[in-house]
């Protein structure tokens, strides 16, 4: 791989989890009309192919610096009955609105740490929700833990309420590291967690790995793996460290001069892929290395990837409901963001309204390049439409014909797709259909050649 094109492409870009992305989400929706089209999606998506859930559940004992979740650092676990109430009253909020039982497809329960809440407490949460809806036979059950706090008492209870896949937040083995990112995890945790996890049950064991992170080096990044991969995880999510301390105020205890430099960054990448690549793990999207026995890399041989808010997913739903404080819906029309403060949460929950603090109404014009964004992230290809073809014309087809010359993507009039090499390119790709970055950059470019100063620019993550 040139490092000329690392460099080049190394940009801030967002990971695209929906489109338009959350930083161009100025207003919140009308609650009425959300009601209304929150409904209509039900009935839509629900008896056809089910509705996903995702459930944020925020609070962790210790801070991890690195983190850009939005969190609630405390270790009084009298918290958890208080939040549980919430959000089960979010529940039967929305449950009501439906019109027929519920039939749960997906649900993620993220945060935040989940296996902070006590096994008995995820009994509660899970237990009440499903009473009154369907499990559809094809389900999908999955949770984020951590290997210091992951009992066997919550995976057996978790494997017992349907739970088959866990991802541990893995990021860096090494000592020094984990102590300036505020992340003590020895390896033997990690170890018996994921033991403990297959032994319960659990068909699919994913870890989170973290490059670029403060005073990491090559040698930390190939310990790292080297030691996971010994546990054979079903995936790998390969994530790039994001320093954004103007957003996450927590990373401003972290020294800037110990991340290592953009060609060193650059480096770490390289290495990783070719580490994971080496042990058989398969490059099947934005930052995710699968073995070629995990359902996300046969839906991506098969075309069928989707993504969204839960990141990669074999299910292609139509509805994605939000629960908790700062959790995020998408009901196809639009997309709706609860309040990220604990205190807004638990008075909307009280007063029997719906959370949202900030959302976004898809226009068609939005909707046309959502899909083509989703077809980039998902199958490394997509075809072009009729309509819009002046924003084509104007802001995706220079991009991509800047791509076509260095040889990561095939450009024709029907349409373009990434080539081998490109695939490492992924999320330029998919900016080229971003009108709202391209427009943006734009606007500010234009602001600075006038001697103008441009408000601040989205925070987002380095390609590589």
Not at 195 to 217: E, H, K, S, W
Not at 263 to 286: F, H, P, S
Request: net charge neutral; glycine share 6%; charged share 20%.
């Amino acid at each position: 791989m040139s490092g000329s094109l690392l460099t080049r492409y190394n940009q801030p870009v967002p990971r695209y989890t929906s489109y338009p992305t959350v930083p161009f989400w100025k207003t919140s929706p009308d609650i009425q009309r959300w009601r209304t089209e929150f409904i209509a999606a039900c009935n839509r998506h629900n008896d056809k192919e089910g509705i996903s859930l995702y459930l944020h559940l925020p609070f962790c004992e210790s801070l991890c610096l690195y983190c850009g979740c939005n969190k609630k650092i405390t270790t009084n676990h009298s918290v958890e009955d208080e939040y549980l109430d919430a959000i089960l009253k979010e529940w039967k909020m929305y449950r009501q609105m439906m019109e027929h039982p519920p039939v749960i497809r997906e649900l993620h329960l993220g945060g935040g740490t989940p296996t902070f809440f006590s096994p008995g407490n995820l009994h509660r949460l899970i237990t009440t929700i499903l009473a009154d809806a369907v499990v559809h036979p094809e389900h999908s059950f999955s949770i984020e833990g951590h290997p210091n706090n992951t009992t066997r008492e919550h995976l057996d209870t978790l494997y017992a309420l349907g739970f088959r896949r866990i991802s541990y937040g893995v990021q860096d083995l090494n000592p020094d590291v984990q102590r300036i990112i505020g992340r003590w995890q020895p390896f033997r945790q990690l170890e018996d967690a994921t033991r403990a996890a297959r032994a319960a049950g659990f068909t699919a064991v994913n870890f989170d790995l973290i490059y670029g992170l403060p005073a990491q080096t090559p040698r930390h990044l190939q310990l790292t793996i080297d030691q996971s991969l010994t546990l054979r995880p079903d995936r790998i999510a390969f994530y790039s460290y994001a320093h954004t301390p103007s957003v996450n105020c927590n990373q401003r205890l972290i020294d800037s001069t110990l991340l290592p430099a953009a060609n060193d960054k650059l480096y770490l990448y390289q290495l990783g892929k070719m580490l994971l690549e080496e042990k058989g793990y398969v490059n099947i999207g934005m930052d995710h290395f699968a073995l070629p026995t995990d359902e996300l890399y046969l839906a991506w041989k098969a075309g069928k990837l989707h993504r969204n808010f839960m990141g990669y997913t074999v299910h292609n739903g139509g509805l994605l409901l939000g629960l908790g404080v700062s959790a995020i819906s998408d009901i196809g029309s639009a997309y709706a963001q609860n309040d990220k403060s604990l205190a807004n949460y638990y008075g909307a929950a009280a007063a029997g309204l719906p959370a949202i603090a900030k959302g976004y109404w898809l226009s068609p014009e939005d909707q046309v390049f959502k899909r083509y964004i989703l077809d980039i992230a998902c199958k490394g290809a997509t075809q072009f439409e009729a309509t819009w073809p002046a924003q084509l014309a104007v802001w995706t087809l220079p991009r991509l014909r800047e791509l076509e010359k260095d040889g990561l993507v095939t450009l024709d009039s029907r349409g373009v797709a990434l080539t081998e090499a490109g695939r490492p390119f992924l999320r330029q790709v998919c900016k080229a259909f971003d009108l709202y970055l391209l427009r943006d950059e734009k606007i500010r470019a234009d602001l600075s050649l006038c001697g103008k100063q441009p408000a601040p620019a989205p925070s987002f993550s380095n390609a590589i």
